[in-house]
């Protein structure tokens, strides 16, 4: 499996440890896609400092208009390095208050049509980035497949 690391990427997972090569590249939307089917599928990596500042100022709007450009994609996920209680609980540097950061998250997601995966650290992280994009990448195979299998089907 072949994934693309946007080169803006500030802090890119290695994915030592997972059966893929990582190669560099300018994704459109997110951090991290498949080679081949950087306009289906992406993945958006966020510290939690980093998605405060998504949700504020310049940033929300940098941010807002990534999210819409998400929305016409087969898959994409916002994957955070913390976990939900760590924002519930303020453990971030921004004076944002825990209720309206937390109420933010959740607006996106309905207005968006994007999961938040909060995967608890920097580790889990990694592992939800690349399973995300390896179950995309499996079931596009399976309906390839299907499709394949319907045409040959047809002309028999």
Excluded: N
Excluded at 92 to 120: D, E, I, N, T
């Amino acid at each position: 499996m072949k994934l693309i690391c946007d080169t803006r990427e500030q802090a890119p997972f290695t994915f030592s440890g997972f059966d893929c090569e990582v190669l560099a590249g300018s994704l459109p939307t997110g951090d991290y896609s498949l080679a081949g089917l950087e306009d289906r599928v992406a993945v958006e990596r966020k510290s939690l400092d980093d998605l405060l500042g998504c949700l504020t100022g310049d940033g929300r709007e940098r941010f807002e208009r990534e999210l819409a450009r998400a929305r016409g994609m087969d898959a994409f996920a916002v994957v955070v390095e913390a976990s939900f209680q760590d924002m519930a609980e303020g453990r971030y540097r921004s004076r944002m208050k825990p209720h309206a950061a937390l109420q933010s998250v959740l607006a996106f997601q309905v207005r968006y049509g994007v999961p938040f995966v909060w995967a608890g650290s920097r580790a889990g992280a990694e592992y939800a980035a690349f399973h995300v994009l390896r179950h995309y990448l499996r079931e596009a195979q399976e309906r390839l497949k299907a499709v394949v299998k319907a045409h040959g089907d047809a002309a028999a």
